[in-house]
């Protein structure tokens, strides 16, 4: 570790925390060897970056000047089973953004990869059924039927590049929390059935694919 990297870790762990800046935690934080860490930091009380005090017990304290700690934030450490690096304690790593808990990160793991695999498996059918009727009309009824599957149901009439970008946000926005779709889904599925009967509707009148607010067209 640099003393760049170091004094911003001491930053980062003052200015994003409630964490005692006591030695021992920033050392467990920086990752930096003790002697290093007793070097830079007093370094860091020479040039006024920060300064110390002691607590009750006696335990050396630092202070950042300048700044004031947050009114809400992480109050001890821990070690994140992703990256193997410490981070404040909470629901996510704020190193690399994994949560925290290995167990619930397996099932996400698993639910996404459930999700890809069925997502994978009906993006070929939704394909198929769009290529089956490029002659004459399509049906409204079943472009907005088809919605209520989510975005990968605007694969019947929607502009190929908008009912992958559709398909994908809905996908991630699945895996960032499950629960939050299912709670939403009386609402999203039928945007989704609505918007789906709209491209349908477009399809119809211009005899291509077209975007619903723009005006480049999409060959079929």
Not at 212 to 217: E, H, Q, R, S, V
């Amino acid at each position: 570790m640099r003393p760049q990297e170091f004094e911003q870790a001491v930053l980062e762990l003052a200015m994003t925390t409630r964490v005692p800046l006591t030695r021992a935690n920033i050392v467990f934080y920086s990752g930096s060897q003790t002697s290093k860490a007793d070097k830079w930091l007093d370094e860091m009380v020479r040039d006024g970056l920060v300064e110390f005090d002691t607590d009750d017990d006696g335990e050396l304290l630092y202070k950042v000047c300048g700044t004031k700690r947050p009114v809400a934030g992480a109050k001890d450490l821990t070690r994140c089973t992703a990256c193997r690096r410490a981070t404040a304690t909470g629901t996510r790593c704020s190193r690399c953004g994994q949560l925290l808990d290995s167990h619930l990160r397996a099932l996400k793991d698993e639910v996404e990869s459930k999700l890809m695999g069925t997502a994978l498996r009906k993006l070929p059918q939704a394909a198929l059924l769009s290529a089956g009727s490029t002659d004459g009309p399509k049906n409204v009824a079943l472009g907005g039927a088809l919605g209520l599957l989510g975005p990968i149901g605007w694969f019947y009439a929607a502009p190929m590049g908008e009912a992958i970008m559709g398909s994908v946000a809905f996908l991630l926005m699945f895996a960032l929390s499950k629960w939050l779709v299912i709670g939403l889904s009386g609402l999203l599925l039928p945007l989704s059935a609505l918007i789906g009967a709209l491209y349908t509707y477009k399809y119809n009148r211009t005899g291509r694919r077209s975007g619903l607010l723009g005006d480049d067209p999409e060959q079929r």
